[in-house]
């Protein structure tokens, strides 16, 4: 079962443009993680932000996290080409398993 | 620290064959989970080793199964492959102390697998 449904399902934006996907999810958790996959390679993980916490940063990623509305954004600041790539947020159900999403698709054009 | 690597990367089986796939994690993880995605369904969990014992499990068919030797490598099985059971499948690691879900996860690059 799905946990945490990602919007857009599909992203086209410019070089230097940002880039913000959102992630809902339906249970509560412990953590929410971001990962980024490139073109059906493995998955590099991005951001872990845990439940206490409001906003993260890491280099141009901004993720933030409200538990009251079970929701995540991810922000990615100046896009790059190199950033082209299908972006899972997943969430740790009951504590167990690491339940992903079905991802963001973001293009970036030069 | 050399990363995850899973072996074979591609695989071509035939509907009731049967299939091991191997992942070696990186080292001091003790914590191996195994995905399978595919485009209709994602990324999802079939389960997770810590310490040569199975912690946690998704819901997939007794086929699917896999075990962890004592220095952390993991393979998977797959019995009487069915053509659903194309897709790539990935193993991530991670320490394993918190539980792999409350921890980062190291992905390999995966292994893809077509069923004929």
């Known amino acids: 079962s799905q946990q945490g449904e990602e919007d857009p399902q599909a992203l086209s934006i410019q070089e230097g443009e940002n880039a913000t996907m959102n992630c809902s999810y339906k249970t509560s958790i412990n953590n929410l993680q971001w990962y980024r996959q490139n073109s059906g390679r493995g998955l590099v993980h991005l951001i872990l932000i845990r439940s206490n916490e409001r906003e993260k940063h890491s280099g141009r990623l901004r993720v933030t996290l409200d538990t009251s509305k079970k929701s995540s954004s991810l922000l990615i600041t100046a896009s790059r080409a190199a950033d082209t790539a299908s972006y899972f947020c997943?969430?740790?159900?009951?504590?167990?398993?690491?339940?992903f999403g079905k991802g963001t698709t973001l293009s970036v054009s030069s | 620290k050399a990363g995850v690597t899973q072996t074979p990367r591609y695989l071509i089986k035939t509907r009731g064959q049967q299939v091991t796939l191997s992942c070696s994690p990186i080292?001091?993880?003790?914590?191996v989970s195994w995905y399978q995605q595919t485009p209709g369904q994602g990324l999802q969990f079939l389960f997770e080793?810590?310490?040569?014992?199975?912690?946690n499990k998704g819901n997939f068919p007794g086929r699917f199964s896999g075990r962890q030797f004592s220095n952390s490598r993991s393979e998977m099985n797959v019995s009487t492959l069915e053509l659903g059971d194309s897709a790539l499948y990935l193993c991530?690691?991670?320490?394993?102390?918190?539980?792999?879900?409350?921890?980062?996860?190291?992905f390999g690059p995966g292994t893809r697998l077509l069923v004929l």
């Open positions: 080793y810590f310490s040569e014992t199975q912690r």
């Open positions: 997943a969430t740790d159900q009951a504590g167990t398993a690491l339940i």
């Open positions: 991530a690691s991670s320490p394993g102390l918190a539980g792999g879900a409350q921890e980062t996860q190291y």
């Open positions: 080292s001091g993880h003790r914590s």
